[in-house]
Nanobody, 120 residues
Framework: QVQLVESGGGLVQPGGSLRLSCEVT????????MAWYRQAPGNRRELVARITHSGSETYGSSVKGRFTIYRDNAKNTVTLQMPILKPEDTAVYYCNADVKRNGEVWMNYWGQGTQVTVSS
């Protein structure tokens, strides 16, 4: 069983910051890409940021230059640093990872989602 356990969401004022963390737990042998997506009410889910195993980063256009994604391969974690938050960043944020279990093919997993609300 593989699970993605997220933490760090909450309510913050515009201009404030939050840090989201996600840990991959369970029985597996490797993790490839790790990413954060978000979905606001009435909108489709969109990529926020993605990071490869070697550390190559990709950002969505709405957060590029503001947010930073990084990972700790020894701890199987991925973190999204979100400074200078705006009301339009309000959404449910989901952790995502490509994980390989022993003897199986690569599979894509999602976390349960964590709410980020930016409001005064």
């Amino acid at each position: 069983q593989v699970q993605l356990v997220e933490s760090g969401g909450g309510l913050v004022q515009p201009g404030g910051s939050l840090r989201l963390s996600c840990e991959v737990t369970g029985n597996f042998v490797a993790i490839n890409n790790m990413a954060w997506y978000r979905q606001a009410p009435g909108n489709r889910r969109e990529l926020v940021a993605r990071i490869t195993h070697s550390g190559s980063e990709t950002y969505g256009s709405s957060v590029k230059g503001r947010f930073t994604i990084y990972r700790d391969n020894a701890k199987n974690t991925v973190t999204l640093q979100m400074p200078i938050l705006k009301p339009e960043d309000t959404a449910v944020y989901y952790c995502n990872a490509d994980v390989k279990r022993n003897g199986e093919v690569w599979m894509n997993y999602w976390g349960q989602g964590t709410q980020v609300t930016v409001s005064s």
